[in-house]
């Protein structure tokens, strides 16, 4: 598979994700992608093909409709991706107080040793959920760095898990349950989603073992690891420690929380 290839899939794979269990609602030419009642979450309220607007009118036309369905179905902000930076829209974003940041794209490109020995193991049952919510509990750090409600946070992967979507694991060191992470199949792509290693065993090497160990179970299911990260965060110096390889980017904009009407502007 060549590396373009892989790319456009790993974009689709997170367009994908942003979908499961998702409502999808087009709005202005683009889709919106919210879970019901989690809406002000920003990862379950997001929206896909922000560049297909291409001309400055248009762009402040139809985010005013986005903008105002984001309102209407409880988000508490505009989470908007661009795959290619649109001049008009990038201008329009940021007039308006959006700010951006950038993901890119890794790929794994060969095995990987970790000094660690962990274990991984599939969330299937409701123990295997509630150890989650201890570790999301005891070690609230959102993979995706928005702020956010452990509780919540677990109910929007339970609400995302199924035979064709997420498949959420724990990664054990022993008996002890030390992180988890999400995996999705996506064509020859198995996408690693929401890493997180529990606050007590940080730099020990554990997210380096466990992208090994999910390394392999890509690899013998005949496709390739790959995942997002943050430029600059801690997950990026993992996966570059690592040696995965970037091959996609893809931008984040976020706009001012929700503006809601005073008593004196509503109707
Ligand atoms: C990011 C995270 C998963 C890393 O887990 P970890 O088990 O501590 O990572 P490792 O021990 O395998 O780190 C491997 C290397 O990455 C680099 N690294 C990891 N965390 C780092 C940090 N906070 N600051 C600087 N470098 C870091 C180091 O080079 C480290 O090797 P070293 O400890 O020998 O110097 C963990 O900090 C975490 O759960 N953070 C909150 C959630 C999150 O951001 N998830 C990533 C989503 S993309």
Not at 16 to 45: K, Q, S
Not at 191 to 204: A, E, F, I
Not at 226 to 249: E, N
Request: glycine share 8%.
């Amino acid at each position: 598979m060549t590396f373009r290839r892989i790319a456009a899939d790993l974009v689709a794979s997170d367009e994908r994700y942003f979908e499961l269990g998702a409502r999808v609602d087009p709005v202005a030419g683009v889709r919106l992608a919210w879970m019901v009642g989690l809406a002000d979450m920003l990862a379950a309220c997001v929206v896909l093909d922000g560049d297909v607007w291409t001309d400055r009118v248009e762009v402040m036309t139809a985010l005013d409709a986005v903008e105002e369905r984001v309102r209407e179905v409880g988000g508490s902000r505009v989470r908007l991706y661009l795959k290619r930076e649109v001049s008009a829209v990038v201008e329009v974003l940021k007039d308006r107080g959006y700010s951006s940041r950038e993901e890119t794209g890794y790929v794994l490109p060969q095995r990987i040793e970790g000094r660690e020995k962990v274990s991984v193991q599939p969330v299937s049952s409701d123990a295997d959920w509630t150890q989650k919510r201890t570790l999301h509990r005891e070690s609230p750090d959102p993979p995706d760095g928005h702020e956010v409600a452990a509780e919540r946070w677990v109910e929007l992967e339970r609400r995302k898990t199924g035979p064709d979507g997420l498949s959420p694991w724990l990664i054990l060191v022993g008996d002890t349950v030390t992180g988890t992470a999400a995996i999705m199949d996506h064509g020859a792509l198995m996408r690693l989603k929401n890493l997180l290693v529990h606050r007590d065993y940080r730099r020990r090497g554990i997210a380096t073992a466990a992208i090994a160990s999910f390394g392999i179970m890509a690899e013998e299911n005949g496709r390739t690891l790959g995942l997002f990260s943050v430029v600059g965060s801690p997950g990026d110096l993992v996966y570059r420690r690592c040696g995965m390889k970037p091959v996609a980017r893809w931008v984040e904009w976020l706009g001012p929380p929700a503006r809601r009407p005073s008593p004196r502007e509503r109707p």
